[in-house]
């Protein structure tokens, strides 16, 4: 069983950043995918940005150039570096880990992140 607590969020206004971080705990950090989602009201959760347990990054086309995602194996976390912040970015952000070998999947009580002036 992995636990996953974020940290992070907040308000902030546009063109703003902010950095997100998640620590896991409770299983082999580096044998697992590690996600940031969102989920705004009325909207369906979204991937945001992913990294593999060997680097490789993915990101949704509308955080692209904006968001960077990074983890340190060593101290079992993930984080999410935001900047440029927009309006729509506005969600709660919730940390997920998933094992590809097996397909458990682990989420985080998530984050609130607001965007505004």
């Known amino acids: 069983q992995v636990q996953l607590v974020e940290s992070g969020g907040g308000l902030v206004q546009p063109g703003g950043s902010l950095r997100l971080s998640c620590v896991a705990s409770?299983?082999?950090?580096?044998?697992?995918?590690m996600g940031w989602y969102r989920q705004a009201p009325g909207k369906q959760r979204e991937l945001v940005a992913r990294?593999?347990?060997?680097?490789?990054?993915n990101y949704a086309d509308s955080v692209k150039g904006r968001f960077t995602i990074s983890r340190d194996d060593a101290k079992n976390t993930v984080d999410l570096q935001m900047s440029s912040l927009k309006p729509e970015d506005t969600a709660v952000y919730y940390c997920n880990a998933r094992n590809l070998l097996n397909g458990d999947q682990y989420w985080g009580q998530g984050t609130q992140v607001t965007v505004s002036a």
């Open positions: 990294i593999s347990s060997g680097g490789n990054t």
């Open positions: 409770g299983g082999i950090f580096r044998w697992y995918t």
